[in-house]
């Protein structure tokens, strides 16, 4: 690379950006990601709804998006305050990394939507975090023991949303066994839009968390903010950009989440929606930033596999399953690339 003169202090095509106009970057960037995170797991919240015909799409969708919006209301920053605090040393990053590690995410989302692959955003964005962080300061930005709960619940939100639907499918069989098919249908029917809207407030507060957590790491480390406290008009940015793009939809993942996993009625829908509403408020409530995608994908293997092992489609889920490994590693690899890329333009 160039040294550049005494009278051009930097080489060339080095982009002189002040700390403001990047963060203004950061912040719009985060709203996009939120945005293309509820266009990504839009699926997570219908697929079941739609799958079962109890609503078509776009009102699946709206009343989705609806309910996004809504969990700004009811429930805290937990999620927001370890994404934004609790796993990477605000005073080791700048502007540059958080914006190197949303474009990182935001490319692994690309990727695995144009492969219909139902990964998580929230994954995506905490390995796009990391990874250039990592890149900028070392693994010291990293703070480690923050890091466990998040990719332990890789492996624990599907498990536990796998076992709370088995078990909800079970009692709730049980409840209905002797009443007639169709009453049973009917019931559920009405039903599955309780347990859809209570999961779509579990999906609103866990992912639209993750991107207040980074808006507000942002304003701390470009100086607006002495403290790290998540400012009220940063929630309900990002609740609106998240409910958005679950309006915009994810058409194709709806395929893979709703009919090539295994077959729903209204029955199963209630189910699977309602241990992963269960599952979501509780982990949000801790605090711990799980994934939508792993905790519906689950219980819906779990709905599927509660009535025999052969309903549910191994090799889809096998295929679902690698696409989680491969995220967070992923998204860090492209996000640490990034930084790289964005050190050497942005001064």
Known sequence: MHRGSPLLPFPPGVLLVNSFTLLLVVVGLTLAFEFSNGWHDAANSIATVVSTRVLTPF?????????????????????ANTIGKGMVHIELVDERVLLAGLLGAITWNLITLVLGLPISSSHALIGGYGGAAVAHAGFRALILHGWTM??????????????VSTVVTVVTSWI???????????????????????YSLGHG????????????????????????????????????????GTMAGGWRIIKTMGQRITKLTPFGGFSAEAAGALTLIGTAHFGIPVSTTHTITGAIVGVGASRRLTAVRWGVTRQIALAWVLTIPGAALIGAVVFYVVQSWVK
């Open 150 to 163: 998040p990719v332990l619940f890789i492996f624990l939100s599907p498990v536990i949303g796998f076992c």
């Open 205 to 244: 507060t866990n992912d639209a968390q993750k991107g207040m957590g980074i808006i507000t790491a942002a304003l701390v480390a470009g100086g607006l903010m002495k403290s790290y406290t998540v400012p009220y008009w940063v929630i309900i940015c990002c609740h609106l950009a998240m409910g958005g």
């Open 176 to 198: 209905v066994h002797k009443q007639r098919p169709k009453k049973v249908d009917r019931w559920f029917r009405r039903l599955q839009l309780f347990s859809a809207a209570c």
């Open 59 to 79: 009102r699946a969708v709206a009343w989705a998006a609806f309910w996004n919006f809504i969990a700004a209301f009811v429930f805290g920053t937990a999620v």
